[in-house]
């Protein structure tokens, strides 16, 4: 078979596969490492930047290494992109067929079984279920995988979805009665035989999770894992390796056991079914008691971080009488699964899962009574926290340091560990061009460089008890060339209260120039709100497309549609949004992209880099704000002929010792403070280029 050299490289099959395909130095430079730590199963820490073609320069070495690979993304997005097209494309150019499959989290499946629960119980005979329930019937009879991405029509946030979805709190597994034809399970078979396996990293810390103190796991065994968009890590391991208990959870619990006790009730009028669903209704009751009682002592904020001493008084009696409600209803499942396997019940009667179901509802209750007592009395090395979010209220308790965790887990477990993004190092491709030794290998490293010196103490590798090798492969773009970075010094300061509008007028200024084909993307509600009221009277006949007006990827299309729309939103368009072409070509970045100061989870952990005399603000807030920004300069440059403006409209990098910093790790565009010149740059483009490129 030819080599990841021979393939990725000048005149190789993909060359030859693919009319528009290039082979690109720094791709063959990544491809080269991860073959190599790979093979030598060590660590590797590579940014690649933007149009490098890193997910082939990761995927074929991990092809040809005759190992079992797990490959995890933070987006669904990317995860079907390496599935439905950069696999399938390797595949095609080398004539050849791989035994991959594809891994999502399980709240993408149909669960056959409580499809069948839901459409027995009363809420399915609703006339607004009728067509949804039609649609989901017959989708599972043809369907091969259940995933409900591929049923056309269903919303994401349909009612009846977490209703018939599969999740770890509702999977029965091997007892179920549909266990040997059900999607989940026949995923996970597909997982086991496949070399490669592409996840994501919800799936992938869920399962490291469940790995730890019980024997439990989702994935199948493994001997390396590629982490793309490995900048993400920290955020979503941290959710999975915390406690969370919220209201809807609740909700959802309540409804299965409802539905499970009403069906054992109709089998079974003797069971006395009313003093079940009364344990229902006791758990719904004190729910409400607690997250109400919760929610007063808390304050109003979206995220807010919880004292011990909150949980006293009126809360330590609700969380009392809600622990005791949950006990009940524990026990009320559980007596109705042992009369029903009553013997003068056994007998003839349709095959069903009901007695798994009510354990299910038992084993569930008594997971949320450990999960609040866990949250309450919280631990050291864990904050604790209150988020909401529309009608929802959580509780959850998170690790502050997860650096030990995956140092243990992964670094010292996976014998091979590759982490890639378009970010990862917090210095830019002016600083950091790719280290090489004498023999055109990537530096390795036993201390961190600082371009990789914030990831590598996050995630449990700044010591010297860890081999890291760290690459740094620049875009292969001429940024010097096509893009602009305006960084105005003649605006207030953020926190000012002009701010809002003089930023306001300066993004119409900009707009005016570029004739829109703009993002202008803001770090918070308040001022996605403002711009949004304030700029159409200063963009006349301009279409603004606003986030929250309509879904996100329907927003995107309108965007790219019109070619000269203006669109303001906020955090979830700063990365992972992918518009080549002439539609974007002007990013306006209202703000360095801090983190919010009172974030509960950031500010236990500056509180933890302080006792260890740290500069909280240095070490972590600068680094982490540098990345997003890169991330939100990253959406304007997606290929070789893309042109345009990215304009940072906040003076402190001008000001503040750690502005150089943060600009340092951008790419290399041309860098201006004047409006004239972003003016004479837009002459030039014009002129240099053909109509909209
Ligand atoms: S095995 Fe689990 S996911 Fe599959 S149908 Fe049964 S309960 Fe649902």
Redesign the pocket.
């Known amino acids: 078979m030819a080599t990841t050299e021979e393939i990725l490289g000048p005149g190789g099959p993909l060359s030859r596969a693919l009319s528009a395909y290039e082979s690109r130095s720094g791709q063959l430079e990544m491809a080269r490492a991860v073959e190599r730590v790979l093979r030598e199963e060590r660590i590797l820490f590579c940014e690649a930047g933007t149009g490098t073609g890193k997910t082939l320069a990761y995927l074929v070495p991990a092809l040809l290494s005759g190992k079992k690979v797990v490959v995890s993304t933070a987006t669904r997005a990317l995860q079907e992109q390496i599935f439905q097209r950069d696999l399938p494309l390797i595949e095609r150019a080398l004539g050849l067929s791989f035994p991959v499959a594809l891994m999502k989290g399980?709240s993408n499946?149909v669960?056959?079984?409580?499809l069948a629960e839901f459409r027995q119980s009363p809420e399915a005979m609703r006339p607004k279920y009728a067509r949804t329930l039609d649609a989901l019937s017959s989708f599972v009879e043809e369907s091969e995988t259940g995933d409900f991405a591929e049923l056309a029509g269903m919303a994401e946030d349909d009612p009846v979805r977490p209703e018939v979805a599969?999740s770890s709190d509702?999977?029965?597994?091997a007892p179920?009665?549909?266990?040997d034809e059900?999607?989940?399970?026949q995923m996970r078979r597909e997982a086991e035989r496949a070399r490669l396996v592409v996840v994501n990293h919800h799936l992938f810390f869920a399962d490291l999770a469940l790995r730890g103190p019980h024997p439990g796991r989702v994935l199948p065994d493994y001997d390396a894992v590629v982490f793309d968009e490995a900048h993400q890590l920290e955020d979503i391991a941290t959710e999975f390796f915390g406690m969370r208990i919220s209201r809807r959870r609740l909700d959802r619990m309540l409804a299965d056991a409802e539905r499970a006790l009403r069906a054992a009730g109709a089998l079974d009028p003797l069971f006395g079914g009313d003093a079940g669903l009364r344990s229902v209704s006791a758990v719904e009751v004190s729910a409400d008691v607690f997250f109400h009682s919760l929610g007063e002592a808390a304050g109003k904020d979206h995220r807010i971080t919880l004292e011990r001493d909150i949980f006293t008084g009126g809360v330590a009696s609700a969380w009392h009488a809600l622990d005791s409600a949950l006990e009940g209803l524990a026990a009320a499942t559980e007596s109705a699964r042992g009369r029903l396997s009553a013997p003068s019940l056994r007998g003839p009667r349709p095959a069903s899962?009901l007695p798994e179901a009510l354990e299910l509802a038992a084993r569930r209750s008594e997971d949320a009574r450990s999960a609040l007592s866990q949250v309450v009395e919280g631990g050291a090395g864990r904050v604790t926290y209150l988020e909401r979010a529309g009608q929802n209220v959580t509780l959850a308790s998170s690790p502050v340091d997860l650096s030990t965790l995956f140092r243990e887990r992964i670094f010292e477990t996976v014998p091979a560990v590759v982490l890639t993004s378009a970010t990862l190092s917090t210095a830019g491709s002016r600083s950091s061009e790719p280290q090489e030794d004498g023999e055109g290998e990537p530096e390795r490293s036993r201390s961190p460089s600082s371009a990789f010196s914030y990831f590598r103490a996050r995630y449990g590798v700044a010591d010297s008890r860890v081999d890291v090798t760290e690459l740094v492969v620049p875009s292969p773009f001429d940024f010097e060339q096509n893009a602009l970075l305006y960084t105005p010094r003649d605006l207030p300061a953020p926190n000012h209260p002009s701010f809002g509008e003089r930023a306001a007028l300066r993004v119409a200024e900009l707009c005016e120039i570029t004739g829109g084909g703009a993002f202008v993307l803001t770090t918070s509600h308040r001022m996605l709100q403002h711009l949004s009221r304030s700029l159409p009277a200063k963009l006349p006949g301009k279409r603004l497309l606003v986030q929250g007006s309509r879904p996100k990827a329907a927003l995107l299309q309108a965007f790219r549609a019109d070619g000269h729309a203006v669109l303001i939103a906020t955090q979830s368009f700063w990365e992972g949004v992918d518009v080549p072409g002439h539609a974007l070509r002007l990013v306006v970045l209202e703000k360095i992209p801090f983190s919010v100061p009172t974030d509960p989870v950031m500010v236990a952990r500056g509180r933890e880099l302080e006792a260890a005399g740290e500069s909280p603000f240095m070490k972590l807030a600068v680094p982490a704000a540098a990345i997003a920004l890169k991330q939100g300069f990253g959406r304007l440059i997606r290929t070789q002929r893309d042109v345009g403006i990215v304009a940072l409209l906040d003076e402190r990098v001008h000001r503040r010792g750690y502005g150089k910093l943060i600009l340092s790790a951008l790419p290399g565009a041309k860098r201006t403070e004047s409006l004239d010149d972003v003016r004479a740059f837009w002459r030039d483009v014009s002129e240099r280029l053909p109509g909209e490129w």
Do not use: A
């Open positions: 399980l499946y669960c056959k079984r409580r599969s509702t999977r029965i597994g179920c009665q549909f266990f059900c999607f989940v399970t899962s």
